[in-house]
């Protein structure tokens, strides 16, 4: 039966047998090593998305599911876009200037009403506050694995920029996700 075209992938079989040499396929059905940074980018990637998922699962606030939701599922955006060899701006791609500004728009609207730091953030907080931040951290760490991917082959620059904004706004959620429950930051206190 052929797929609708509303499907963006159709998965009958799970396991393939295809990696079990170490190689896998790219967004264009290129086979690379599966360490191939693009792989290991969006391996990170999808590492991230597992771990937004653990948070909306494990109660994050319901006014912040709606922007975890959304950004899941820009991640796969950006992971596809990770996935493919990029070859200039007139190319096809999933990740655009439009998700990065939904992000800025995210980070602006609850940064607003937190105040202002005069320290660094410890994670903690509540359990949701500190998933956020492990997620956070994950997020940074794909935007390096983005930026060696893009510098040994060339990747869609707004992916790295994606990834460098998402981490801003899961800082920002996880001091709003402590502010929401009425728990104090805990806070850096140098020496102490």
């Not at 896998?24 to 290991?40: A, E």
């Not at 494990?58 to 493919?84: I, K």
């Amino acid at each position: 039966m052929p797929r609708d075209p509303t499907e963006p992938v159709r998965l009958n079989r799970i396991y393939t047998r295809g990696g079990d040499a170490g190689q896998t396929s790219l967004g264009d059905g290129k086979r690379v090593s599966k360490l191939d940074p693009r792989i290991v980018a969006f391996g990170t990637v999808d590492e991230l998305n597992s771990t937004l998922g653990a948070c909306i699962a494990g109660g994050a606030p319901e006014s912040m599911r709606e922007t975890l939701e959304r950004v899941q599922n820009d991640l796969f955006d950006v992971g596809a876009d990770l996935s493919r060899p990029w070859s200039g701006p007139d190319e096809w791609l999933r990740t655009t200037q439009a998700q990065v500004d939904a992000l800025e728009a995210d980070c602006d609207r609850y940064n607003e009403p937190l105040p202002e730091l005069k320290s660094f953030v410890l994670p903690g907080g509540t359990a949701t506050a500190a998933q956020l931040h492990v997620a956070r951290t994950i997020a940074r760490r794909a935007e390096l694995r983005a930026l060696e991917a893009d510098e040994a082959v060339g990747v869609n620059p707004l992916a790295r920029v994606y990834l460098n904004r998402v981490s801003d706004l899961l800082f920002i959620l996880a001091r709003a996700a402590n502010a929401e429950a009425g728990v104090a930051e805990p806070l850096w206190r140098p020496g102490g």
